[in-house]
């Protein structure tokens, strides 16, 4: 059966998606809700700007939920790598109490930076390691789309699934360590330096695994809503963007992730834009096949690639 995915062109209606979506459904009163974002290195412009998200804030409190927005830190070194630096990173991009109406609370325990080990039952994963204080009653995520050098495209599966992985839990999706020529001396599971051995198939396969295993979490009360704007080559990490492949297109809102992103990365091909081709994020990214993680977040029953898009 095809998953529905709401959609408007309007960037002003997510409030309007986010009802239309029935995402009320997700939230009960007394419910902590954690809005997952990606809060944008220093220097990058491309992310979600808190004024386009800041409608969202409101609908969960209308509804008696208590929002927060949370993200995970970064394995490698940067302005998001620890919780205090995070946090101010937020700040500084406008993720404020006074500007959205919510506080921000990072997602890693700073006193337990291997997060925590949660058992799951996938072909490559029987353990996942999560950053805990975003394992709250509810959940949005909340994904600007845009792409990947690894992974083609960045949306809501990599959002969820690399994005609240612990630090232990993102080097442990970049590893392929049956394949390392320096896995007998290697001590990165114990320092937790960044490791980028793992080729693009098999990080495209882990991130569907964590992302199923971070919803599984939640059961039915979680949502999520993409936004295809300032779509850039790559993803939010760096500190710099390029200008977008494709104008705006809008927003979109499921409860399947998988459709979602299918969604998306079909009106990005879709569109006209300054990249040429069928398939934009290939001519990009020729080496990184993104259907990958959707065909295996698919084998895995997280969702469905086939979709209903329903215009609002």
């Known amino acids: 059966m095809a998953s529905k995915v709401f959609f408007t062109k309007e960037l002003d209606q997510a409030a309007e998606l986010f009802d239309r979506a029935s995402l009320r459904t997700l939230i009960s009163k007394g419910d902590q809700v954690a809005l997952k974002i ?5 220097g990058n412009h491309a992310y979600i700007k808190p004024e386009r998200v800041k409608p969202l804030v409101r609908k969960v409190r209308d509804l008696g939920g208590k929002p927060f927005w949370t993200d995970a830190n970064t394995l490698y070194k940067g302005k998001r790598s ?3 630096s995070h946090l101010q990173t937020a700040h500084n991009h406008g993720y404020t109490m006074n500007r959205t109406g919510a506080d921000v609370i990072i997602a890693d325990d700073p006193d337990n930076v291997r997060g925590l080990a949660i058992s799951v039952n996938y072909p490559l994963c029987n353990k996942i390691h999560v950053a805990p204080r975003a394992l709250v009653q509810a959940m949005l995520v909340i994904t600007h789309f845009k792409g990947h050098e690894l992974t083609g495209f960045g949306g809501a599966l990599k959002n969820l699934g690399m994005g609240l992985g612990s630090k232990l839990g993102k080097l442990k999706m970049h590893q392929d360590c049956p394949n390392c020529p320096e896995v007998k001396t290697c001590k990165k599971n114990q320092t937790l330096e960044s490791c980028w051995v793992g080729s693009s ?3 495209q396969q882990k991130i569907a695994e964590y992302a199923a295993g971070i919803a599984a979490q939640f059961k039915s009360k979680i949502g999520f809503i993409s936004f295809i704007t300032d779509v850039s080559e790559n993803c939010d990490c760096y500190a710099h963007n390029s ?5 705006d297109i809008g927003i979109l809102a499921s409860f399947d992730p998988v459709a ?3 969604a998306c990365v079909d009106l990005v091909n879709q569109s006209e834009g300054r990249i040429k081709g069928p398939d934009k994020f290939r001519t990009i990214w020729p080496e990184a096949d993104w259907s990958i993680q959707l065909k295996h977040a698919e084998s895995i029953d997280l969702g469905s690639r086939k979709y209903e898009l329903i215009k609002i």
Not at 243 to 247: D, G, H, L, N, R
């Open 38 to 42: 990606h809060f944008g290195e220093p």
């Open 82 to 84: 620890n919780n205090e």
């Open 201 to 203: 198939p098999l990080v």
């Open 243 to 247: 200008a977008p492949i494709v104008p």
């Open 260 to 262: 979602l992103d299918q």
